[in-house]
């Protein structure tokens, strides 16, 4: 494809470097494709990431808990923290996570802002070992609201006896002067208080890992007289982040500190010098001939001849070998500035053909050098919805940065994005070193699979007040359930929120996204504060208009989060508006983020019912059976297909899984309507009234044989020491169910009374028997076990969790995506915990 023909309808939208910096220097704007406020937000595996400021690397959750012996209380609905249930799972934060989850009474009344000091006493008193800090995570919701949460601190302070500092995770003012990142870097370091100077101590601000050993950052700092070299990242107790405020200077390396770095010089006196991490090595030397002359001493003192040397044979070996070989993509999901690496590149005849990346005013330097020496390099955007049409480029053979390597499945790959931060020297000579180790693998064919760690789960405290979470992290919520039902379906989901929760659910549970086939046209909105403040449904209108007209979509589907419920949002108006504008049919889900995903898949179900499903003429035949409720969040992909296998085998005429829009325009003409978990309820109820359908809620015994044989043998070894045991089975209640009667028909001594149903999620009394229970909350299932001490759990080994410190029964996994959020394509039915 050339590139006029690139920028045609249905293309990849890119400019060049060339052109760029023509408008740059010109009176025209930024182009609106490389600007985030402009247009949707794509969500594909290369830009997911950016979505949320939790979903991958150091969002404002994990940078918060950066200050050793901190804990983190996040205060939100369920859907902005929903993403935590990995870094929950860490070693390296355990129980340093607690959730006080707002429902819509405490969205519209603000009540949740009495019960904060008290969650905050209740999970400091959970601490075998009393913490440093407490950092209170508030979110979109809170900005909002206009909470003063300083205020809220300083009560919840009074009531521990410890600092307690808000981390503000408002995805609203990503684009703001004052973003995220840059704000908790401020929370953090201004923990520090005044003491006497160390004047041979200097601190390294900016990133959160530490910055590499090898660098020669150390030695150069040795040279000028340092001897206490400290960084956030390294610190292992409390004490030692303290000792920062004794720093002589800070080394500022990363942008996003420089704020930090101000406040600390004008409030303890702790000047700032800024540095950058560079490519090219003869700016490297300039940037230390000006940190020499900052330090006041002779150039010559501090030179790094032999490190620069190194550094220019590491990149002299790599152009010799494959200077003429390689043409490279660079992303932004990199230790680098994409476009001053681009140019590092550039500048040694390395030819360098994509650039994955958004430029900011910094940049502009650069942009204009590329332009000179490589005008034809091609800058895109992961973000702009027309890179739902991007395909691999087969010219490019190396792909530098995460989402370059995302983007080129073909290429040989350096993600380039570990947590050691390179630096100075020692990241030329690294990067050069790494990317002729790349060039010599062969090429997988494929992005490697991320290996999820499989380790035991210990139990947890569980808090006795409502709402406090101290062991289970938040389940899926309604808005992932509504955008599971419409990933499939061919046409444009819209998250109508400022970013955050559409990380949550695309980058969290959506893992379709990692599974292959085509992408999914699934956006964010982007809102920001002002878009919320003004309620511009104009602007959001525009965005959906451009999108629609350059993507082959069937209907445009919006999804609710909790900013549009708070400020009232009239989606009918809205829905009308896109209608108008797009020609398209648009529908709404109005979820909110503070229900669950069943109750946001069964409302999007119901909505695509209502919207599409025909009548069917009088006398028209009937055949077919269709299937409501099959998602990726109660079903693995292995599951998903044996299911599919089992039905379509046993059918007499076609059957219709609702995962093409055809399907639901069809519905009409079925002969019977399977739901097979809570989510497809509803639909199929209001089908079987509609149209005189009759509707079955079960899942086949064959397929439970089939997919469960290891679950039902590793039973037979549990209940061969007792069989009397009563049993609890807990997941979405159809599947939990099905596995009842299949119990019931293997061990049918056991009295009905002993096997009993308990879910989290909808509990539809047509469906439960007697004793079947509904879980609200984490300390409900803890009391059900304390009640049966002797219990077997069979339920996702998370729950493990929640359980007595004395439980004596057995937990038997049987997971369950909606509520841990494990890749449930392995058996994992090896790691089941005798408790």
């Known amino acids: ?148 949460m300083e205020r809220v601190c300083r009560k919840a302070e009074a009531a521990v006896g410890l600092p307690v500092r808000p981390c503000y995770m408002y995805a609203l003012t990503r684009e703001s002067q004052h973003p995220p990142m840059q704000a908790v870097r401020e929370t953090i370091y201004g923990l520090l208080q005044p003491r006497r100077k160390n004047p041979r101590q200097a601190n390294l601000l900016g990133f959160f890992t530490p910055v590499a050993a090898d660098s020669e950052l150390f030695s150069l700092l040795e040279r000028a007289g340092i001897r206490k070299v400290a960084e956030l990242a390294r610190c292992q107790t409390y004490g030692d982040f303290e000792a920062l405020a004794a720093a002589n200077f800070n080394l500022v390396l990363a942008d996003e500190a420089m704020s930090a770095a101000l406040a600390l010089e004008k409030r303890i006196g702790i000047p700032a010098i800024r540095l950058r991490r560079l490519y090219a090595t003869d700016k490297i030397a300039n940037q230390y001939r000006a940190l020499a002359h900052i330090l006041g001493l002779r150039a010559e003192a501090i030179a790094m001849e032999n490190e620069r040397e190194r550094a220019e044979q590491a990149a002299a070996d790599f152009c010799a070998q494959y200077g003429k070989k390689a043409v490279i993509a660079i992303g932004s999901r990199l230790n680098a500035n994409p476009f001053e690496l681009a140019l590092a590149l550039v500048r040694r005849g390395l030819a360098v053909r994509e650039l994955f990346a958004v430029p900011t005013a910094a940049d502009a330097f650069y942009i204009r050098q590329l332009a000179k020496l490589a005008p034809a390099t091609r800058i895109y955007s992961t973000l702009e919805p027309a890179m739902l049409h991007y395909r691999e480029d087969a010219a490019v053979s190396l792909a530098i940065g995460a989402d370059a390597c ?22 030329a000579q690294a990067l050069f070193e790494n990317m002729k180790n790349a060039m010599r693998q062969e090429s997988s064919g494929a992005a490697e699979k991320k290996v999820e760690a499989e380790t035991d789960d210990p139990h947890r405290p569980v808090s006795p007040m409502p709402k406090l979470s101290l062991a289970l992290p938040p389940f899926a919520p309604d808005t992932a359930g509504a ?93 009308r508006m896109i209608e108008k ?73 076609p059957v219709l899984f609702f995962d093409k829009l055809e399907d639901f325009q069809q519905a009409a003409k079925l ?103 509904c879980f609200r909350a984490e300390q409900e299932f803890h009391r059900y076990l304390q009640a049966h001490p002797e219990a077997v759990v069979i339920g996702d080994r998370l729950l493990a969790r929640a359980v007595p410190e004395d439980f004596g029964g057995a937990v038997i996994d049987l997971p369950h995506f909606a509520l841990s959020g494990r890749n449930t394509t392995v058996n994992t039915a090896s790691k089941d915990r005798e408790l």
Request: aromatic content about 6%; some cysteine.
């Open 406 to 427: 995302a983007l080129h499945p073909h290429a040989k790959k350096l993600p380039w994005n570990d947590a050691v931060q390179p630096f100075g020297y020692q990241a």
């Open 1 to 148: 494809m050339n590139e006029q023909d690139a920028k045609q309808k249905y293309g990849a939208y890119f400019i060049t470097a060339k052109e760029l910096a023509a408008r740059l220097g010109g009176k025209q704007a930024m182009p609106e494709e490389l600007r985030t406020d402009a247009h949707l937000i794509c969500n594909t595996p290369a830009a997911i990431d950016f979505n949320s400021p939790g979903a991958q690397g150091f969002g404002v959750k994990r940078a918060g808990l950066s200050v050793p012996g901190s804990i983190m209380l996040l205060v939100s609905p369920g859907c902005c923290g929903r993403n935590t249930a990995a870094l929950s799972g860490s070693g390296h934060y355990g129980e340093r996570f607690a959730y006080l989850a707002l429902d819509e009474t405490d969205i519209v009344t603000g009540s949740h802002l009495t019960k904060i000091p008290e969650a905050v006493r209740a999970f400091v008193a959970s601490r075998a070992e009393r913490p440093s800090v407490v950092m209170i995570c508030l979110t979109c919701a809170d900005a909002l609201l206009g909470t003063d």
């Open 581 to 653: 504008n797009t020609s398209l049919p648009a529908i709404a889900v109005r979820t909110d983020g503070t229900h669950l995903y069943d109750r946001g898949a069964g409302a999007a179900y119901d909505a695509l019912v209502r919207e599409f499903a025909a009548e069917l003429p009088a006398g028209a035949p009937r055949s077919g059976l269709g299937v409501l409720g099959l998602t990726p969040l109660d079903f693995s992909k292995g599951k998903r297909q044996a299911l599919r296998e089992t039905l379509c085998g046993d059918a007499d005429g």
């Open 671 to 773: 002969q019977s309507i399977l739901a097979v978990s809570p989510s497809g309820l509803k639909a199929a109820r209001r089908l079987g009234r509609q149209a005189g359908i009759p509707v079955r809620a079960e899942l086949p015994p064959a397929f439970i044989r089939k997919a469960f044989a290891t679950l039902l043998a590793r039973l037979d070894s549990v209940m061969d020491s007792d069989a009397h045991r009563e049993i609890l089975i807990v997941h979405q209640q159809v599947l939990a169910n099905a596995l009842r009667r299949a119990i019931c028909q293997r061990f049918p001594e056991l009295p009905g009374r002993a096997l009993t149903v308990g879910t989290f999620f909808a509990l539809d009394r047509a469906l439960a028997q007697p004793g079947d229970c």
């Open 483 to 575: 955008a599971s039902v419409l990933y499939p379906l061919g046409g444009m989901t819209v998250i109508v929120d400022a970013g955050g929760c559409a990380g949550n659910i695309c980058g969290f549970d959506e893992p379709r996204w990692q599974e292959g086939g085509a992408p999914s046209a699934v956006f964010s909105a982007g809102l920001r504060d002002m878009d919320a403040i003004m309620g511009r449904d104009e602007h959001l209108v525009e965005k959906v208009r451009a999108a629609a007209a350059c993507l082959p979509v069937s209907f445009v589907g919006l999804v609710g989060t909790p900013v549009p419920a708070i400020i009232a949002t009239d989606f009918r108006a809205l829905c």
